[in-house]
């Protein structure tokens, strides 16, 4: 008999929905419930926030203590957590779940890579899931595929590395509507820059965690991984966005820009390009080196649509790995998992 593999989901916010929309479609994963803390779910399910006519009732908690009050000790496998970027306000959520035997992957951008922001709470993250025998991970497709593990990836045939370029470019117009308002759409370029400073927006989060990726995987010995401040582009012309009527002058998007670097020369560049009306859309990787290779997705691959894929896919082999906090280098070569099940 197929047995599905059981997911509490933390946070329903705009990805949170679509995942969750995805899991309840998906034979192999069975959604057990949500956890959000906005309290307009307060004793809402999941089908009614989806206006979905499934004739299920999948509950949302407002914290994961309700959840078990509910759902019983160990409610799932794994958790899977869709709620914020930074690791220090999710790494309670985490060890709570390892506590109640679940694993844990996450959207969270900084777990993506966190030895170098956070080197204390991944020693003490690593510790608490050897202790409890559980396995976390931090995915995503950017960053967790296309600007650090593809080209980790597309590096394999190369006998010599020289340097690594990679470049996102998005049409936000395509996007969800958090991702196009944490770029900036709408703004002024002085609310913009101020807004950025200030973190009120992050603009795209972990082009340094990437680059980090790439040092650790491919021992680069980079002297130092930063990420320029983003710059704003302006419409050159009055443009019509899903979440504003932007005006010539004002903010459509942003280009973000990080450089790891060896003595002094930049050994890998990555580009991150999202604006509205950004065309072609793409994601590149040049690699220079012998053989060189130059890969490119035309179209791009369509951000939210391939986060849920890259999440979902990625729990099986999360709920197989051993114990410990893992990197999207160190596991099996991600895949398209919807035909794996629970006990195979
Ligand atoms: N790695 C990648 O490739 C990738 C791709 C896409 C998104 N992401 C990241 O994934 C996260 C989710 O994205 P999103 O667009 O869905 O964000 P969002 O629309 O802001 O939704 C987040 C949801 O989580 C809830 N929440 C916040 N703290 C919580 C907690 N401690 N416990 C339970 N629920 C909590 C929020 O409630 P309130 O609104 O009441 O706070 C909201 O409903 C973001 O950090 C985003 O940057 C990563």
Request: proline share 6%; glycine share 10%.
């Given at each position: 008999m197929q047995i599905p593999f059981k997911v509490l989901q933390f946070g329903l916010g705009t990805m949170g929905r679509i995942i969750a929309q995805t899991l309840m479609d998906r034979g192999n994963l069975e959604l057990v419930g949500v956890v959000d803390v906005n309290p307009e779910y307060a004793g809402k399910s999941v089908e009614e926030i989806l206006v979905s006519d499934r004739k299920t009732s999948t509950l949302i908690f407002s914290s994961l203590k309700s959840a078990l009050q509910v759902l019983?000790?160990?409610?799932?496998?794994i958790a899977l957590i869709a709620t914020l970027s930074s690791l220090k306000d999710i790494a309670s959520s985490i060890s709570n779940c390892f506590e109640v035997g679940m694993d844990v992957v996450s959207l969270c951008e900084e777990l993506s890579y966190p030895y170098i922001r956070h080197p204390k709470l991944s020693r003490n993250l690593d510790m608490l899931a050897k202790k409890h025998g559980k396995t976390v991970l931090g995915t995503g497709i950017n960053p967790g595929f296309l600007m650090d593990l593809l080209p980790i990836c597309l590096s394999a045939p190369c006998q010599r590395v020289d340097a690594i370029h990679v470049t996102r470019c998005i049409n936000s117009s395509r996007r969800r509507s958090s991702f196009q308002k944490k770029i900036g759409t709408g703004m002024s370029p002085a609310d913009f820059k101020k807004a950025i400073s200030e973190g009120s927006i992050t603009g795209h989060v972990g082009l340094v965690e990437s680059i980090r990726m790439f040092d650790d995987a491919l021992?680069?010995?980079?002297d130092s991984a930063v990420e320029l401040p983003p710059e704003p582009v302006i419409a050159s012309t009055d443009i019509e966005t899903p979440i504003a009527d932007v005006k010539k002058g004002e903010v459509i998007g942003l280009k973000s820009n990080g450089v790891g670097l060896k003595q002094g020369t930049e050994v890998v560049t990555l580009s991150f390009i999202a604006h509205?009306?950004?065309?072609?859309e793409f994601d590149e990787v040049r690699i220079e080196g012998y053989p060189k290779i130059v890969q490119r997705i035309e179209g791009g691959v369509q951000g939210d649509y391939g986060t849920v894929g890259m999440i979902l896919n990625m729990i099986p082999l999360v709920i197989e790995a051993p114990p410990g906090l893992f990197t999207m280098k160190d596991l099996p070569c991600p895949r398209n998992t919807q035909s794996f099940w629970s006990g195979d």
């Amino acid at each position: 008999m197929q047995i599905p593999f059981k997911v509490l989901q933390f946070g329903l916010g705009t990805m949170g929905r679509i995942i969750a929309q995805t899991l309840m479609d998906r034979g192999n994963l069975e959604l057990v419930g949500v956890v959000d803390v906005n309290p307009e779910y307060a004793g809402k399910s999941v089908e009614e926030i989806l206006v979905s006519d499934r004739k299920t009732s999948t509950l949302i908690f407002s914290s994961l203590k309700s959840a078990l009050q509910v759902l019983g000790e160990q409610p799932a496998d794994i958790a899977l957590i869709a709620t914020l970027s930074s690791l220090k306000d999710i790494a309670s959520s985490i060890s709570n779940c390892f506590e109640v035997g679940m694993d844990v992957v996450s959207l969270c951008e900084e777990l993506s890579y966190p030895y170098i922001r956070h080197p204390k709470l991944s020693r003490n993250l690593d510790m608490l899931a050897k202790k409890h025998g559980k396995t976390v991970l931090g995915t995503g497709i950017n960053p967790g595929f296309l600007m650090d593990l593809l080209p980790i990836c597309l590096s394999a045939p190369c006998q010599r590395v020289d340097a690594i370029h990679v470049t996102r470019c998005i049409n936000s117009s395509r996007r969800r509507s958090s991702f196009q308002k944490k770029i900036g759409t709408g703004m002024s370029p002085a609310d913009f820059k101020k807004a950025i400073s200030e973190g009120s927006i992050t603009g795209h989060v972990g082009l340094v965690e990437s680059i980090r990726m790439f040092d650790d995987a491919l021992n680069l010995g980079l002297d130092s991984a930063v990420e320029l401040p983003p710059e704003p582009v302006i419409a050159s012309t009055d443009i019509e966005t899903p979440i504003a009527d932007v005006k010539k002058g004002e903010v459509i998007g942003l280009k973000s820009n990080g450089v790891g670097l060896k003595q002094g020369t930049e050994v890998v560049t990555l580009s991150f390009i999202a604006h509205a009306g950004a065309e072609p859309e793409f994601d590149e990787v040049r690699i220079e080196g012998y053989p060189k290779i130059v890969q490119r997705i035309e179209g791009g691959v369509q951000g939210d649509y391939g986060t849920v894929g890259m999440i979902l896919n990625m729990i099986p082999l999360v709920i197989e790995a051993p114990p410990g906090l893992f990197t999207m280098k160190d596991l099996p070569c991600p895949r398209n998992t919807q035909s794996f099940w629970s006990g195979d």
